[in-house]
Antibody, heavy 122, light 107 residues
């Protein structure tokens, strides 16, 4: 059974750097085809895809946010970390991590974490 | 980048109605299209992938169709528990853009 859970600060100040951790179980990011992505949703607004990292360390980013994002994986800990720099109040959102498969039985984001609300305010 | 446009943005229908939501890609994406359901206060749930394949456990009243640029999500007989916002997403290549969502309510 695949599960994911996001963790990190609930409040950050403008200009600060946000670090979010996704801890997962039920699959390994060392297995061919596996990936973990990040998606966010500002209150009352639509889903926005941010980034994804794959088993082979391939990384893809939203073009509009690429300069501010870093994504890494720790296969031994079953964790993926998203770093977003220069936070602004418009970045206030619920941040989700989610599993996908990119090869073999290709799937979009089929398992999601519960989400974590991050508020950007001074 | 490919844009995903959903219509309508909101929809009100009666229990038992047939409901259709459309999603249009600005360029062809073959069948690499997913539909998600997000109920109020909850995270998204995958309903359909590969444009028409039902995710395990999803009721058969949900169906998807389309290929290339035009896709549809259909609920054959609307139930009260289907109140939610529905999103399409392209996933063949990054960026994995979502549509802006369609909010479905019961009349």
């Amino acid at each position: 059974q695949i599960t994911l859970k996001e963790s990190g600060p609930t409040l950050v100040k403008p200009t600060q750097t946000l670090t979010l951790t996704c801890t997962f179980s039920g699959f390994s990011l060392s297995t061919n085809g596996e990936g973990v992505g990040w998606i966010r949703q500002p209150p009352g607004k639509a889903l926005e895809w941010l980034a994804v990292i794959y088993w082979d360390d391939d990384k893809r980013f939203s073009p509009s946010l690429q300069s501010r994002l870093t994504i890494t994986k720790d296969t031994s800990k079953n964790q993926v970390v998203l770093i977003m720099t220069n936070m602004d109040p418009v970045d206030t959102a619920t941040y989700y991590c989610a599993h996908r498969r990119a090869t073999g039985n290709v799937r979009p984001f089929d398992y999601w974490g519960q989400g974590t609300l991050v508020t950007v305010s001074s | 980048d490919i844009q995903m446009t959903q219509s309508p943005s909101s929809l009100s229908a009666s229990v038992g109605d047939r409901v259709t939501i459309t999603c249009r890609a600005s360029q062809g994406i073959r069948n690499s299209l997913a539909w998600y359901q997000q109920k109020p206060g909850k995270g998204p749930k995958l309903l359909i992938y590969a444009a028409s394949t039902l995710q395990s456990g999803v009721p058969s009243r949900f169906s998807g169709s389309g290929s290339g640029t035009d896709f549809t999500l259909t609920i054959s007989s609307l139930q009260p528990e289907d109140v939610a916002t529905y999103y399409c997403q392209k996933y063949n290549s990054a960026p994995h853009t979502f549509g802006q969502g369609t909010k479905l309510e019961i009349k």
